[in-house]
Nanobody, 119 residues
C-alpha cells in the first residue's frame, strides 16, 4: 500500500514562493511516476506537474516557468517549488502516484494541502 502525505501549504502574498512536499511510503517509490494536482473552490481538479522515475517532467501551461517538480528517491520525497505565485494559484494541492510511466491516470492520492495566495 502506498501512502502520500503532503505538507508545506500556507498563506503567501502574490509574487511569493512556497515549496510543497509529499512524503511517500512504500519500497517502490523510485519506480513510480509522481504528480501534483490542484482543486480550486468550485472548480474541477486539474493537473499541475508530474515527474517519471527517470525524471522526465511535464507541466500545465499555467505553471510553466514558475513551478518546478523534483524528486528525492533516497528520501521518498517529491517536492513542488512554486515561485511567482498568483491569486489564481489558490487551491488545495494534492500529491499523486502511479506505477505507470505515464501521467494519464494516478492510483494513489494524498489528503491535500491548502495554498492561499493573497493579492
Amino acid at each position: 500500500q502506498v501512502q502520500l502525505v503532503e505538507s508545506g501549504g500556507g498563506l503567501v502574498q502574490a509574487g511569493g514562493s512556497l515549496t510543497l512536499s509529499c512524503a511517500v511510503s512504500g519500497r517502490t517509490f523510485s519506480t513510480y511516476t509522481m504528480g501534483w494536482f490542484r482543486q480550486a473552490p468550485g472548480k474541477e481538479r486539474e493537473f499541475v506537474a508530474a515527474v517519471t522515475w527517470d525524471r522526465f517532467t511535464s507541466y500545465a501551461d499555467s505553471v510553466k516557468e514558475r513551478f518546478t517538480i523534483f524528486r528525492d528517491n533516497a528520501k521518498n520525497l517529491v517536492n513542488l517549488q512554486m515561485n511567482s505565485l498568483k491569486p489564481e494559484d489558490t487551491a488545495v494541492y494534492y500529491c499523486a502516484a502511479t506505477p505507470r510511466r505515464s501521467w494519464s491516470q494516478f492510483d494513489y492520492w494524498g489528503q491535500g494541502t491548502q495554498v492561499t495566495v493573497s493579492s
